[in-house]
């Protein structure tokens, strides 16, 4: 008799670089043979433990005919499950495939020594079916485990002779086996019993499950069988199993007794991810001709065998990448063989392959979106909630794009105490966020939000109390009452200050925004308006946020006094601005929502935008970014494109709702371009959704950069702070750090308080310029002194003392 070995040569096939990973692919060639061949006789082959396998493999006689072609998918399930299943005592079985006819296999054991052998025909038949392959071997140990006996005469002689072989080949290869000669010999010539085969179903089922296997695969595994060779086929040699259906019957009610405990999370070893690994790169390779696939092929083919093993390697190829390595094997192997969670990924690594996994499955890949953030805190809550609280620091700090990830990455990485490092307002994000995904159910979600804050640093003294709802309610009551006037002819009559500078809509006006009016035009224009006209309050108005969005604060806070006087639309939201942001005014943050509401009644969408702003962010109110949603549609549907543009930017960013990318684009089309900021989040709209036109994003884009050097060069603060971030982060123009900086600086010593945030940011980091820690504090404390908080959290960690 003749036993022919699967063998690998060191074929080297130049290695092919995917995602930064480069891969050693090793291919299957012909057998090594241990005697003359004899065609009429079974054969059978031994496998090398360590082998890494191709698509297919060829087990070829003597003379290299090739005797049987299988699915290395299916060659490589099977030594994955037979490997954890034989661990549940401690063996190390001799593996042997023969092309004796059959759906067969079996385990035996004698003098120590154990023997499994499989039919080549079961192999295609079970295919890749990790888990119906450990049902099989299961089964099959469960017979040695329980020592029942073992087989007729037949089966003692074809067990000495497949002994005898595999004696011939250790032999050749040096290592004499004397002992598995006779193992076949010596056992008992007896048939088990219907009790001991239903003994056996039960025990392999435990055996499975304890080893990290789903047990329904064993009754997968009858059902191939019935379909394949009627109800009463069976696994071995023997024709007295109980039938299909009973067997089926018997391994649900074993299922159903199995205790939690006995199913863990599914561990896999080094090798079972390489030989995965390796088949997983050949199957993408073949099937599509490209020689380097990339991650997402290979993660598909391994998420079919295995969901934890395809995370971890799409956790990895993230994480190597995130660190700089970009070539070896080995790296992605260490990385795989280990969990999650033991790894310690960090928050970027996550949010990114969460946002990748996202995209495979149709859905909206935002990082802030529902499915990647429900993904992320399904994988790590507790790294979910500390890169929530790195996310809200980071964007407090304005730093330039390209620093973004590698700053939430060390701060996720970070140890240090979250209630020290991170401030309340900090905590309340990183919470809302927390019970958004972490709340089992709707009602909860109060619940989470209250526990998580009572474990963050104190409410501040200044913190406000008034209710997110009664200032939505307030802000509705003074809309409807606006709406429930009647309004006569508009007078004085409509003129160019309106037609350049009003910030109201007016009919057959479109209205401006404040930033982007033409200033030296309208300035001329409105002046002309307020000396031949006989109430000049609206002109007023206008002019007053001209003069704001040129950092001449004083005048418009003359013109908007006197303008307010006769209930002038718009001229207290100018005064709330002011007050809320200290420009030209002491910071007065309680006159800010009064001033607003009242605005409201007089018909004001930039008031009701205002609202929806505090609501949004938490200041001045309690911060509920639904309601103030809310706030933005309603100014949006009454003719604002700034609401339009804050709407969208909540649906873009999940803020507080569902991300809806569709939806955005829809608010951002409908709104046109009369407020330029819209191009950008178009922009980001339209590359996010599959499809689109990305010449029409990138038309948005070269308009968003033309209208802010546009109003730039016209004096604008709001444009110059824009331009400036435009060039720090290269949005559709080269990156220009420098130039950047200087617009920046323009804009902050106007008196832009978001402008100086910016300047200290870049003094801290060397954005632009070098690095100045004194002139950090400056600007951080013209920025804190317009009220911005994030302003007084540096300031405070740079000086070292209490806010």
């Not at 003379?63 to 399930?77: C, H, K, N, Q, S």
């Not at 001449?552 to 809320?580: C, E, G, H, P, Q």
Request: include cysteine.
């Amino acid at each position: 008799m003749h036993l022919i070995a699967i063998r690998l040569c060191g074929v080297v096939v130049a290695p092919r670089a995917f995602l930064g990973i480069s891969l050693l692919f090793i291919t299957i060639v012909g057998p090594l043979t241990a005697s003359a061949q004899q065609p009429t006789s079974p054969l059978y082959w031994t496998i090398r433990e360590d082998a890494l396998f191709s698509s297919q493999w060829r087990l070829n006689a003597a003379d290299g005919t090739t005797m049987e072609i299988l699915p290395g998918r299916a060659l490589v399930a099977m030594l994955e499950a037979e490997r954890r299943i034989s661990a549940q005592y401690n063996i190390n079985p001799k593996l042997l495939i023969t092309n004796t006819p059959g759906l067969n296999a079996f385990a035996s054991e004698a003098n120590g020594q154990t023997l499994v052998v499989v039919y080549a025909d079961i192999i295609s038949v079970i295919g890749d079916d990790v888990n119906v392959w450990a049902a099989l071997f299961g089964h099959e140990f469960a017979h040695l485990y329980l020592h029942h006996s073992s087989a007729k005469e037949t089966r003692a002689a074809i067990l000495a002779f497949i002994a005898a072989a595999v004696n011939a080949y250790e032999r050749q290869k040096g290592r004499d086996r004397s002992d598995l000669v006779n193992f076949g010999a010596s056992i008992v010539g007896n048939t088990f019993s219907r009790e001991q085969e239903r003994e056996a179903d039960a025990t392999g089922v435990r055996f499975m499950a304890d080893a990290g296997f789903d047990p329904q695969g064993a009754i997968r595994l009858q059902e191939l069988l019935i379909t394949h060779v009627g109800s009463s086929g069976v696994l071995s040699f023997l024709s007295t199993h109980p039938s299909g259906e009973a067997r089926i019957s018997s391994i649900k009610q074993s299922i159903a007794t199995l205790p939690a405990a006995s199913a863990p999370a599914a561990e896999f070893s080094l090798q079972d991810f390489k030989q995965w690994m390796i088949l997983c790169s050949s199957d993408a390779r073949e099937g599509n001709g490209n020689p380097a696939p990339n991650a997402g092929v290979i993660q598909q083919c391994l998420r079919k065998h295995d969901a934890e093993m395809a995370n971890r390697y799409g956790l990895c190829v993230v994480d190597l990448n995130a660190r700089g390595v970009t070539n070896g094997f080995d790296p992605l192997l260490g990385c795989a063989a280990q969990s999650p969670k033991l790894r310690g990924f960090s928050y970027d690594v996550w949010a990114q392959y969460c946002s990748g996994a996202s995209l495979t499955k149709g859905e909206i890949g935002l990082i802030t979106a529902k499915p990647t953030q429900q993904c992320v805190w399904d994988g790590d809550p507790q790294m979910a909630f500390r890169g929530a609280l790195c996310e809200a620091e980071t964007n407090s700090t304005q730093i330039p794009s390209d620093k973004w990830w590698p700053t939430v990455r060390s701060c996720s990485l970070d140890s240090s105490d979250e209630t020290k490092r991170f401030t309340r307002k900090h905590w309340k994000l990183a919470c809302n966020r927390m019970g958004d995904y972490a709340a089992p159910g709707a009602a909860d979600r109060d619940k989470v939000i209250e526990d998580c804050l009572a474990q963050g640093p104190a409410a501040d003294a200044t913190e406000s109390t008034r209710g997110a709802k009664e200032l939505y309610d307030e802000a509705t009551r003074a809309w409807a009452k606006y709406s429930a006037t009647p309004t006569g002819a508009v007078t004085p009559p409509i003129n160019n200050c309106d037609r350049l500078a009003s910030t109201q809509g007016l009919p057959s006006i479109a209205p401006v925004y404040v930033g982007f009016i033409e200033a030296p035009a309208a300035e001329r224009a409105c002046l002309d308006a307020i000396k031949t006209s006989s109430d000049p309050s609206r002109f007023q108005a206008n002019l007053a946020g001209v003069y704001l969005q040129q950092g001449r604060f004083a005048d418009a806070l003359l013109l908007a006094r006197t303008a307010a006087k006769r209930n002038a639309v718009n001229s207290s939201t100018v005064m709330a601005d002011m007050y809320d942001h200290g420009l030209g005014v002491p910071l007065s943050p309680d006159k800010v929502i009064p001033l607003l509401l009242a605005d409201v009644e007089w018909g004001s969408v930039w008031a009701l935008d205002y609202l929806g702003d505090l609501l949004t962010s938490g200041r001045r109110v309690e911060r509920s970014p639904a309601l103030g949603l809310e706030l933005y549609k309603l100014a949006a549907s009454n003719g604002s494109a700034e609401a339009a543009f804050d709407a969208a930017g909540v649906y873009l960013a999940g803020n507080g709702v569902e991300a809806d990318v569709p939806q955005a684009l829809k608010i951002l089309r409908a709104a046109g371009d009369g407020y330029p900021p819209v191009l950008n989040p178009l922009s980001r709209a339209l590359r996010a959704t599959p499809g689109s036109d990305p010449d029409e994003s990138r038309r948005a884009i070269a308009k968003l950069f033309q209208q802010m050097e546009h109003f730039a060069a016209l004096g604008s603060l709001t444009a110059k702070y824009r331009l400036g971030l435009i060039y720090t982060n290269g949005v559709g123009v080269s990156v220009d750090k420098e130039k950047g900086f200087s617009l920046l600086m323009e804009a902050a010593q106007a008196g832009d308080p978001n402008a100086a945030f910016s300047v200290a940011n870049a003094y801290l980091n060397g954005t632009g310029t070098a690095p100045n820690q004194e002139k950090a504090i400056e600007f951080f404390r013209k920025a804190a002194a317009s009220g911005i908080l994030d302003a007084e959290i540096q300031l405070a960690k740079l000086t070292n003392s209490a806010r």
